[in-house]
């Protein structure tokens, strides 16, 4: 007779970090130009009527606009980085501390906020992937884990494997895990 096999041990998804990082630039980096052209643009309109104090004012106005873009786009996944997003799943559930979904309060922090959900074995439901496209071009996937308390949705972004990984991972966790629980 075998003896009774023992629940696996805990696992962690990798953040990405990288991911981050380069929306961080690009994010940062394309809003700075955007509102330097317009201030350039401004500038150069109001030069010609000659109103050199509304020129100065339009560029003091684009650079403004130039830094809070720089701040609250850019830092927000500077900020994601540290924070360390996570998916843990362990013997006796899933733990997750992804980035709040609201988007008022989102705009104007340059912190995201971290939603920290728990979810044991027996409230899990299942899992779905969720992909959002614009004329057949993927933007946004997600892995939507279900649970009787309603649905905890992973954005694809956060983590280093896509949310089909994701998915394959945290269902095989979840047959292994009632696979130790049968046999014991």
Request: with cysteine; glycine share 10%; hydrophobic share 45%.
């Amino acid at each position: 007779m075998l003896p009774p096999k023992s629940p696996p041990a805990p696992v962690a998804a990798t953040p990405a970090v990288v991911n981050h990082v380069f929306k961080a630039g690009l994010l940062g980096g394309a809003g700075a130009l955007f509102v330097y052209l317009f201030a350039v643009i401004l500038v150069t309109v109001m030069h010609q009527r000659e109103d050199d104090w509304v020129g100065f004012l339009g560029l003091g106005v684009g650079l403004l606009l130039l830094g809070m873009l720089l701040i609250l786009g850019g830092l927000r996944h500077i900020f994601t980085v540290v924070a360390q997003p996570s998916l843990r799943l362990s013997a006796d559930g899933i733990e997750s501390c992804i980035p709040s979904r609201k988007l008022f309060p989102g705009l104007f922090l340059p912190r995201p906020r971290m939603q920290r959900a728990t979810i044991s074995w027996a409230d899990f439901l299942g899992t779905q992937t969720y992909t959002q496209s614009v004329n057949f071009v993927p933007v946004t996937r997600e892995l939507w884990i279900k649970s009787r308390q309603g649905i905890l949705k992973v954005d694809g972004s956060l983590f280093a494997g896509s949310p089909q990984r994701l998915q394959t991972w945290l269902l095989d966790y979840y047959e292994d895990v009632r696979r130790s629980g049968a046999e014991a």
